[in-house]
């Protein structure tokens, strides 16, 4: 009979949106939202003496129409029994005496006592009869509650030691180390920790004197020493956030006691540096095809590690990054010159997903970084040689050898755009400029085949 009339009144809803009778589409509407909140959550409120025999009667009642029950006491003002399909539970509301500023009376608050199986009805009413003189006494019984759990957590949170912390902190904040910022914020934490001998101590116990040895720990390279302040400080945040410690010591270290961030590289390669680069012998085919699109295309070493076959489109000649696979959380088109699909295609990957599989473990994420970049400098002769120096290098030979402006070229490092656009325009200009970039990666790729050209003709 329900569904006959839910649909009844859906069909009379539409027909009077169709005919435009306004005041009737509006009456069946209020009746087809009120039919369909019973049908979603249908309740039935009974007021009788509460007992065992009442409550197995009820609860028979409850599984035969498949509604909830409330069940209000007579002898007991305030007490109910509230029963659902999978769960009974006895509740007392009750409101505080007097007023609120304003002439308002306080709310009506509802406290859980328990269930009928761990608390009888005789029992619940002696509960409820104990909230009753503690409301006479001016006393506000549910706020009370509410702050002796909180203390419960709290002394159960003070129980767990920083190591213990840190492990929460990796699987609900970290995503378990998925990716190369998570591993190395982990990483710092577990470091500064075992540098302060605080991985099995309790997260109360990091005093700010311990945040300033850790500051000046590593005042001979500033750089190592922010990392490990700056992942200390958002581990520190997260335990405050769960009440464990009442504040975050790195915010009372004064400015001056904070490392200083390290100089900006300056490092960036020749024209002879590229062709000796990109000329390197000895390295294994995939790391050279790596390193030959990495010179062609200033994606960053991760996205381009990442690179999957789908990700490339070989009619347009360029390369599609979805906000998930950039740093800046912002898709991204990376257009791709001549010589850069070359190095691309220059043997056919079809036993990987990866474009380029670096790693020795299929389809799995490049991790050693560090032997990469020491066997390059071997094959080709440069010291000096770090990944990502590359993206400096686009950046300086194109400002240096064409008249393309800075700010289209910046766009192609894939920097977050509200970074370097300032005022309104962060808000207001979103244009991706597409068909400029291609000039411009067109432009870099001719400069690249001037520089390396006789390689080229040999590897034709």
Same mark, same amino acid.
């Not at 029963?83 to 505080?96: A, D, E, G, L, V």
């Given at each position: 009979m329900r569904s006959f009339s839910y649909f009844s009144l859906f069909y009379c809803y539409f027909v009077n949106c169709t005919s435009r009778n306004v005041s009737l589409t509006f009456a069946y509407f209020h009746c087809f939202v009120s039919l369909s909140v019973s049908l979603k959550m249908p309740s039935k409120n009974l007021t009788c003496k509460i007992d065992q025999r009442s409550i197995? /009667? !009820?609860? /028979?009642?409850?599984?035969?129409?498949?509604?909830? +029950?409330?069940?209000?006491?007579?002898?007991?003002?305030?007490? @109910?029994?509230?029963?659902?399909? $999978?769960?009974?539970?006895?509740?007392?509301?009750?409101? /505080?005496?007097?007023?609120?500023?304003?002439? $308002?009376?306080? *709310?009506?608050?509802?406290? @859980? +006592?328990?269930? *009928?199986?761990?608390?009888? *009805?005789?029992?619940?009413?002696?509960?409820?009869?104990?909230? @009753?003189?503690?409301?006479?006494?001016?006393?506000?019984?549910?706020?009370? =509650?509410?702050?002796?759990?909180?203390?419960?957590?709290?002394?159960?949170?003070? $129980?767990?030691?920083?190591?213990?912390?840190?492990?929460? !902190?990796?699987?609900?904040?970290?995503?378990?180390?998925?990716? @190369? !910022?998570?591993?190395?914020?982990?990483?710092?934490?577990?470091?500064? +920790?075992?540098?302060?001998? &605080?991985?099995?101590? !309790? *997260?109360?116990?990091?005093?700010?004197?311990?945040?300033?040895?850790?500051?000046? &720990?590593?005042?001979?390279?500033?750089?190592?020493?922010?990392?490990?302040?700056?992942?200390? =400080?958002?581990?520190?945040?997260?335990? +405050?956030?769960?009440?464990?410690?009442a504040a975050n010591p790195v915010a009372s270290v004064s400015k001056r006691r904070k490392p200083k961030p390290p100089p900006p590289r300056e490092n960036y390669f020749t024209p002879e540096q590229l062709a000796a680069l990109w000329d390197a012998e000895g390295l294994k085919p995939t790391y050279q095809r790596y390193l030959r699109f990495m010179i062609t295309s200033p994606l960053r070493a991760g996205e381009a590690a990442n690179l999957t076959w789908d990700q490339v489109d070989r009619n347009r000649s360029e390369v599609r990054l979805s906000a998930e696979d950039t740093k800046n959380s912002e898709h991204f088109v990376m257009p791709l010159s001549s010589i850069a699909t070359r190095a691309i295609w220059a043997t056919e990957q079809v036993q990987s997903e990866l474009v380029f599989p670096l790693s020795s473990v299929d389809n799995a994420q490049m991790s050693s970084w560090s032997y990469f970049n020491k066997c390059v400098r071997k094959a080709s002769g440069v010291e000096s040689f770090i990944l990502h120096d590359l993206r400096r290098t686009f950046s300086t030979l194109m400002a240096e050898h064409t008249d393309v402006s800075e700010s289209l070229i910046d766009s192609l490092l894939n920097h977050k755009q509200s970074a370097t656009r300032g005022g309104v325009m962060r808000h207001y200009q979103k244009s991706q400029n597409l068909e400029k970039r291609r000039d411009v990666m067109a432009k870099w790729g001719k400069l690249l085949e001037a520089w390396v050209g006789s390689s080229l003709v040999a590897d034709e």
């Open positions: 197995d /009667k !009820y609860v /028979k009642e409850q599984r035969l129409i498949g509604e909830r +029950l409330t069940l209000s006491d007579e002898t007991c003002g305030g007490l @109910k029994l509230v029963i659902n399909s $999978k769960s009974c539970s006895w509740t007392y509301s009750y409101r /505080k005496r007097g007023y609120l500023d304003g002439g $308002k009376r306080h *709310p009506q608050r509802t406290m @859980k +006592l328990g269930d *009928p199986v761990s608390m009888s *009805p005789a029992e619940a009413r002696l509960a409820a009869e104990t909230i @009753k003189s503690q409301v006479r006494a001016g006393d506000d019984p549910a706020l009370a =509650s509410r702050a002796q759990d909180r203390e419960r957590r709290r002394e159960e949170a003070r $129980k767990r030691t920083c190591a213990q912390w840190l492990e929460l !902190y990796r699987t609900q904040q970290m995503q378990s180390g998925a990716t @190369k !910022y998570h591993r190395d914020e982990l990483r710092n934490i577990e470091f500064a +920790l075992h540098e302060l001998s &605080m991985v099995e101590a !309790y *997260p109360e116990e990091i005093t700010p004197r311990h945040i300033r040895e850790l500051a000046d &720990m590593h005042q001979e390279h500033p750089a190592t020493g922010r990392h490990r302040l700056g992942a200390m =400080s958002r581990f520190l945040d997260f335990l +405050l956030d769960e009440e464990v410690i």
